[in-house]
């Protein structure tokens, strides 16, 4: 599997995180914005997943984002 270059825009971040979506806690790079996530992936430096996380990993930051989440209960 080819490993992608790590090209960041200007003043984005790499933030270090794990996936709390499963019990598996999948490490993840949440690439930060302006305080706004860009894009989540795996972290290629864990020896079991090598870099892989499942769709519901990859998508937290598309759900923090959306204008119907659930803010009060």
Do not use: F
Request: aromatic letters at 6%.
């Amino acid at each position: 599997m080819s490993k992608e270059p790590n090209v960041l825009k200007q003043g984005a971040q790499v933030r270090r995180s794990y996936c709390r979506a499963c019990y598996n806690a999948c490490d993840l790079d949440v690439v930060v914005l302006n305080e706004h996530v860009e894009s989540i992936k795996g972290h290629g430096d864990n020896a079991v997943y090598d870099g892989y996380t499942c769709l519901k990993g990859r998508v937290q930051g598309v759900l923090l984002q959306d204008p119907r989440r659930l803010l009060n209960s």
